[in-house]
């Protein structure tokens, strides 16, 4: 896998313009030929603006990350829903065993809780995250998020990667790419 292969194909499907996809193999001309992971083809949507990825490496804040993060997802979207209020409300305890959260916005003027279970201050839980993110397609877009599942090594971290697309261009990315997609957010 390269991103010449990738962004013609996405192309293909109807995910991004000719436009978008030479500016991307553009931007990347120095290894565009490269052969690329499957992880890396995957963190690669996110550079075709097609898919957002849900960082597995430390953040700078659990307080502000998560509203830049949903700030990207509706971007990728479209911006046809309005996520506003974007904030963590702590539950009690420490860290140690895991602190029950809530990760709470407003999604077109309509209260969104969602838990959040935090083992650090500086980490994503990935699953609330990722909920998170399915709300910002419209009802109406016939796309919806998707976790991009690729082959993995033992005991490493990798970071969480949510597509926007259709079911149709799901089957292509599955097929063309070899990524799974083993649940829909």
């Not at 995957?42 to 597995?56: E, I, K, R």
């Not at 309005?82 to 539950?91: A, I, S, W």
């Not at 690729?150 to 990524?179: C, N």
């Amino acid at each position: 896998m390269t991103y010449t292969r990738i962004g013609p194909l996405l192309h293909e499907i109807g995910m991004v313009s000719k436009e978008k996809m030479h500016s991307v193999l553009d931007a990347f001309a120095d290894f565009a030929h490269h052969e690329l992971s499957q992880y890396e083809a995957a963190c690669a949507l996110a550079h075709f603006d097609v898919a957002v990825s849900v960082h597995a490496d430390d953040i700078d804040s659990l307080h502000d990350d998560y509203a830049s993060l949903l700030a990207e997802a509706v971007e990728v979207a479209g911006g046809a829903v309005t996520l506003t209020n974007v904030r963590l409300v702590e539950g009690e305890g420490d860290f140690s065993d895991g602190r029950f959260d809530r990760l709470e916005f407003e999604r077109n003027g309509e209260p969104i809780s969602l838990p959040a279970e935090h083992f650090a201050d500086d980490y994503y839980d990935h699953e609330a995250a990722c909920d998170a993110i399915a709300l910002t397609a419209h009802d109406d877009d016939p796309r919806s998020w998707h976790y991009v599942d690729f082959t993995r090594r033992p005991h490493a971290g990798y970071d969480s990667i949510m597509v926007l697309a259709t079911p149709e261009q799901t089957v292509a990315l599955s097929e063309q790419l070899g990524f799974t997609f083993p649940f829909g957010a």
